[in-house]
Every structure is written in C-alpha cells, then in structure tokens.
Nanobody
Framework: QVQLVESGGDLVQPGGSLRLSCAAS????????MRWYRQAAGKEREFVAT???????NYADSVQVRFTISRDNAKNTVYLQMNSLKAEDTALYYC???????????????WGQGTQVTVSS
C-alpha cells in the first residue's frame, strides 16, 4: 500500500549538520501531516517535528531553532534539516505520515523503518 523510506542518516561530529529525507510511495491520493520522531537506545520514541498540508510546523523544545522540517508535496517527501547537532540527538529517526489512499477512505497512519543518526567525535 504505502511505503515511507527514510534516508540521510550518518555519523557526524558535534556541531555538524545533516539533512534527512522521507519519501512516501504507493497509491497515494493525499498526505496530511508528516512528522519526524526519534528513539535513542534504551529510551522511548519521542516527537521531533511535524508539518501539516499547509506547511504549518511545530517542533519539540529540544530541537527548536536547530532543526527545520519542510516538505515537497509534488514528491510526497518530507525533510528534516538538522544543524548544530549534539550528542543527545543520536537516535534512530522515524518518518510518520497521515495518508489517504482513495477518495472515500479515511487517512491512515504510516511509519518508516528509520534512519540512524549518530553524533560523536
């Protein structure tokens, strides 16, 4: 049905930058909100950022100012620009989206498999 595929995770030094991407594919009619979550080892998954269909955004306090979420509706893709990275940003980053498959269907919620971000010197 719907696949969300994240990319862009890597090993980066503190203070560095990364740009994550998440592309949605399948028989998609429309996408409402798109979100990024992250899960560090031994911790619960936590919200990072969200962008709605009108490009309104919201961020977790811990990433405010440093991270920027954006989307390309033509490509069904959401991005996360991460600057001034810290060791505590190390986590598996997941993409999440509300997707409608057909005109008469409700929006379904989908998750990607995650991409690893490691911030270390």
């Amino acid at each position: 049905q719907v696949q969300l595929v994240e990319s862009g995770g890597d090993l980066v030094q503190p203070g560095g930058s990364l740009r994550l991407s998440c592309a949605a594919s399948g028989s998609i009619l429309s996408i409402n909100a798109m979100r990024w979550y992250r899960q560090a080892a031994g911790k619960e998954r936590e919200f990072v950022a969200t962008i709605n269909s009108g490009s309104g955004t919201n961020y977790a306090d811990s990433v405010q100012v440093r991270f920027t979420i954006s989307r390309d509706n033509a490509k069904n893709t959401v991005y996360l620009q991460m600057n001034s990275l810290k060791a505590e940003d190390t986590a598996l980053y997941y993409c999440n989206a509300d997707v409608r498959l057909t005109r008469f269907a409700a929006y379904g919620n989908y998750w990607g498999q995650g991409t690893q971000v490691t911030v270390s010197s």
